[in-house]
């Protein structure tokens, strides 16, 4: 048996104000041919599910590309087309094989092409044939096309938001691949759209129970997978959208059944999907009430993990105005901040810009006397089983609160990117992470109270009030909408 692999991904904020280019794939994460880690990055873990199971089985594993560009905004079509041809021609190159494998995010959008995985899966079964297997692995923030379900013999998401299971999920489609192209399994995907813009978490209900249910459903009366595609809002694009995708064992009547039932109950959620998001200086004085800390404010409309710039300044400048509060706040996006800090050194003190240089959703900049606390070349940061850089960074103090600045665009996935540079988070009344959901998994353990914060940003964080112009209607919360449909 030969089984190709290949990963291509990043997630379009069509509203963001910074261009993604080939150098911000080559600067993020760029693996070629034979050179992924043996550790998986967010949208690669199937090369690392197929590369255990080719070393317990003896199949032919062929790597091509692999390569990541933080979320930002529209991607080259240069950029777009050079990886898709790049990844092509290591899989024209192979053939035939038996399955093909891709790691990819399902988000991307470039110039000319609103649907690139729609794109690049039906040019890669032009490739590999009718009877080849295809498997995808998704982020559930993405936009699930008619063109990625055609070419596709099997769909497995994550389920988790935060992303906790994406190696997991990996292993899961590479066994369905396997047992496909070894006659074991016949998959036959089911699909239902829920008609809303629906984004839940799942380390909160009413997420935690759906999808504890779902586990419990897998596995039972042929249903093989079952993956909640939430759908990604910030990208103006015709699938935006929540769905359903049920992969049956040859039992399609019974998937759609299935994926209906889901798509109801989620729209049986309502609005009361997501926490509660209040103001800078509301969630500011909400933790200062909270008996003991640290207290968790996570920034998560300025997420770098949603194609902004992170490096918005409103909360720090809430937190300014409580100069004896000891807090921190990071990390913020600003190279020419780290380079100055590196310049004079630790120890050093001086006059420093900090953040608000993207674009007016980034609020004013912080113009302080700061103390240059530690710095650092490279900044790397766990995240779930995969190492993440934010690049040269350093952590500066305003008095009692400290802020971390780094050279790369990345979220506060874990509280290394405080303690990696000598602040001693526990001492702490009130910590800002710039990230939406990912920070939860590495921050709760530590965290009195975690409280999510509306700093607003490039895109309204209500969908309803998001200026769409090719989103396919009706859709809740835009439209009213009581059906999902098939």
Request: a negative charge.
């Amino acid at each position: 048996m030969k089984v190709f692999v290949a990963s291509l991904a990043t997630e379009t904020n069509t509203f963001s104000p910074i261009p993604t280019d080939r150098a911000a794939f080559e600067d993020a994460f760029y693996a070629p041919p034979g050179q992924h880690p043996e550790t998986p990055t967010l949208c690669s873990a199937p090369f690392v599910a197929a590369r255990r199971r080719a070393r317990e089985e003896g199949f032919l594993l062929v790597e091509g590309t692999a390569t990541w560009a933080e979320p930002a905004g529209l991607v080259s079509r240069d950029a777009y087309e050079s990886l898709r041809d790049e990844i092509l021609d290591q899989l024209r190159a192979c053939t035939p094989v038996d399955v093909a494998l891709f790691g990819l995010h399902g988000a991307m959008v470039a110039d000319g092409y609103d649907d690139c995985e729609g794109d690049l899966l039906t040019r890669a079964r032009a490739i590999v044939g009718p009877d080849a297997v295809i498997g995808i692995e998704l982020d559930p923030h993405c936009h699930l096309s008619d063109a990625m379900v055609a070419a596709s013999t099997i769909i497995v998401t994550f389920k988790e938001v935060p992303h906790t299971d994406f190696l997991e999920r990996a292993e899961d489609l590479v066994d369905f691949a396997l047992r496909t192209a070894r006659g074991e399994i016949k998959p036959v995907i089911s699909v239902v759209d829920c008609r809303a813009i629906a984004n839940f978490i799942t380390s909160r209900e009413p997420g935690r129970s759906l999808v504890d249910r779902i586990k419990t459903l897998e596995g039972r009366d042929g249903i093989l997978s079952i993956s909640v595609v939430h759908g990604f809002p910030a990208a103006d694009v015709y699938d935006v959208g929540t769905k359903i995708v049920v992969v049956s064992d040859a039992a399609p009547e019974r998937g759609e059944a299935l994926a209906r039932t889901l798509a109801k109950d989620v729209l049986g959620f309502g609005g009361n999907r997501l926490p509660p998001m209040p103001s800078p200086a509301e969630a500011v004085k909400a933790a200062l009430a909270v008996e003991g800390g640290p207290v968790v404010l996570a920034d998560r409309w300025d997420n770098p993990g949603g194609g902004v710039a992170g490096d918005s300044t409103f909360l720090i400048h809430e937190l300014l105005k409580y100069p004896t509060v000891p807090a921190a706040a990071g990390a913020l996006w600003d190279p020419v901040a780290v380079q100055f800090c590196h310049a004079a050194g630790p120890g050093a003190r001086l006059a420093l810009r900090i953040g608000g240089k993207v674009a007016p959703s980034s609020g004013p900049p912080v113009d302080a006397e700061v103390d240059v606390i530690a710095v650092t070349r490279d900044l790397v940061i766990p995240f779930e089983k995969s190492l993440v850089s934010l690049g040269a960074a350093a952590a500066v103090r305003i008095g009692e609160l400290f802020v971390v600045v780094a050279s790369k665009r990345a979220q506060t996935f874990h509280p290394d990117v405080f303690r990696n540079l000598g602040i001693d988070l526990e001492r702490q009344k009130i910590v800002v992470v710039k990230s939406a959901s990912h920070f939860h998994a590495g921050f709760a353990p530590i965290a009195r109270e975690i409280i999510y914060v509306n700093c607003g940003g490039p895109y309204p964080p209500d969908p309803a009030k998001i200026p769409y112009t090719k989103i396919r209607r009706p859709i809740a919360p835009l439209d009213p909408v009581s059906e999902p449909v098939r």
